[in-house]
T-cell receptor, first 112, second 110 residues
Framework: EAGVAQSPRYKIIEKRQSVAFWCNPISGHATLYWYQQILGQGPKLLIQFQNNGVVDDSQLPKDRFSAERLKGVDSTLKIQPAKLEDSAVYLC??????????FGPGTRLTVL | AQSVTQLDSQVPVFEEAPVELRCNYSSSVSVYLFWYVQYPNQGLQLLLKYLSGSTLVKGINGFEAEFNKSQTSFHLRKPSVHISDTAEYFCAVSSNDMRFGAGTRLTVKP
C-alpha cells in the first residue's frame, strides 16, 4: 500500500517569499490533515479536510496560510508571505476522522 | 476542545531498565488515544491506540499503554528498553480532530 506522499522534502526561502507544499494522501482516505511541527515541539494541527470540505482550520494563520483540496484527493498548503517563525516541518496525514492517521515524511521549511 | 499534557519532556534511562512515559488529557467528549514515535530524521509512526474495549493496549516493539478514564491518563510503558528505543514519543487525543502533546524525548543509555 502506497503511503502519504509529500513534496518537496526540503525548501529554503527568504522571508516574505511565497512557498507551496503538496500532499497526496492514501487512496480512499477521506480525511486529510496538515500539521506544523516546530523543532522541539509536538505537531500542531493547521487544517483538517473531510473530502474537499474544511472541518477545522481554527489554528491556521489565515492572513498568510491557505490550503485547498479541490477534488477531495490531493492538497496544497501555501504560505504567502513567509516569516522566520514559519520555519518548521509541515506534515500531511490522511485517515478516517477520529481514527489512526498515516503520516507523510514531511516538508522541512527553512525561512532565512 | 481536547488537550494533551506530556508530563516529562526528557526521560533518560539505562538499557534494559523499565520506562514509563506519562500522558494526561482533557476532553469534554469521548476520545480516542494514541502514542506515536518519531525516530531521528524519520516520520511519525503509530505505536499503539485505544479506541474502545480493554483498557490495556499492546503495541509494537514491546510497548503497552493503559487507559485510565478516572485519571484521564494514557501512560506508555515498556518493561525493558533497548538502545534502539531512543526517539521522541508523542501522545495524541482525537475526537473530531487530533491534538498532540509536546513530546517526550526518551534516551536509552548503554
Amino acid at each position: 500500500e502506497a503511503g502519504v506522499a509529500q513534496s518537496p522534502r526540503y525548501k529554503i526561502i527568504e522571508k516574505r517569499q511565497s512557498v507551496a507544499f503538496w500532499c497526496n494522501p492514501i487512496s480512499g482516505h477521506a480525511t486529510l490533515y496538515w500539521y506544523q511541527q516546530i523543532l522541539g515541539q509536538g505537531p500542531k494541527l493547521l487544517i483538517q479536510f473531510q473530502n474537499n470540505g474544511v472541518v477545522d482550520d481554527s489554528q491556521l494563520p489565515k492572513d498568510r496560510f491557505s490550503a485547498e483540496r479541490l477534488k477531495g484527493v490531493d492538497s496544497t498548503l501555501k504560505i504567502q508571505p513567509a516569516k522566520l517563525e514559519d520555519s518548521a516541518v509541515y506534515l500531511c496525514a490522511s485517515g478516517y476522522s477520529g481514527q489512526r492517521q498515516f503520516f507523510g515524511p514531511g516538508t522541512r521549511l527553512t525561512v532565512l | 476542545a481536547q488537550s494533551v499534557t506530556q508530563l516529562d519532556s526528557q526521560v533518560p534511562v539505562f538499557e534494559e531498565a523499565p520506562v514509563e512515559l506519562r500522558c494526561n488529557y482533557s476532553s469534554s467528549v469521548s476520545v480516542y488515544l494514541f502514542w506515536y514515535v518519531q525516530y531521528p530524521n524519520q516520520g511519525l509512526q503509530l505505536l499503539l491506540k485505544y479506541l474502545s474495549g480493554s483498557t490495556l493496549v499492546k503495541g509494537i516493539n514491546g510497548f503497552e499503554a493503559e487507559f485510565n478514564k478516572s485519571q484521564t491518563s494514557f501512560h506508555l510503558r515498556k518493561p525493558s528498553v533497548h538502545i534502539s528505543d531512543t526517539a521522541e514519543y508523542f501522545c495524541a487525543v482525537s475526537s473530531n480532530d487530533m491534538r498532540f502533546g509536546a513530546g517526550t524525548r526518551l534516551t536509552v543509555k548503554p
